[in-house]
């Protein structure tokens, strides 16, 4: 079975853009979150969504935005990008039985890098 | 607060010899989960082990071992006879479950394990 996917793998952004990232979940999970990862630091929690509703939101900016589509992929978007914005970002998705704390499978990430 | 220590920012060792990856954490709650993953240098986190609260057993899985310790709020993670491709970061994450709602992984720093042949 395919694991999580992400696209693009990397990409170069100048400040001020607008950038948008891609997930497809492991088939039959209905859950999936993103994190920012910036280098030498553990990953930090942005947005989870389950069945295409938000459940929980980091300590991120409204610059940050996200939705979940029937599918259970998802787009994560941010728009004026800043320097500090240049990071690995994390998509995981999770099966999330209601009530259960279930594991979050990881997808490759992508490189955003923003001049 | 919710938090996770890993004070070992970077662990060098030979191969075959067996390394111990300290992991520390921080909750209010009583019922959480403790994970660790792995972070080759591709970037990908690697899913190694998940245990909640409730289970204090130790596990062993191949050259890999975790002891958790409620008392001391720790869930250490050892390699025997380590090999040159467990070279990578290795992260230790806390996760409490809100009643079914947000489900959020929180993330330590991070271990570097730098295997030498």
Known sequence: DAGVTQSPTHLIKTRGQHVTLRCSPISGHKSVSWYQQVLGQGPQFIFQYYEKEERGRGNFPDRFSARQFPNYSSELNVNALLLGDSALYLCASSLELAGLTDTQYFGP??????? | ?????????????VEKEDVTLDCVYETRDTTYY???YKQPPSGELVFLIRRNSFDEQNEISGRYSWNFQKSTSSFNFTITASQVVDSAVYFCALSENYGGATNKLIFGTGTLLAVQP
Do not use: D, N, P
């Open chain 1, 109 to 115: 990430g992508t490189r955003l890098t923003v001049l």
């Open chain 2, 1 to 13: 607060a919710q938090k996770v220590t890993q004070a070992q920012t970077e662990i060098s060792v």
């Open chain 2, 34 to 36: 403790l994970f660790w």
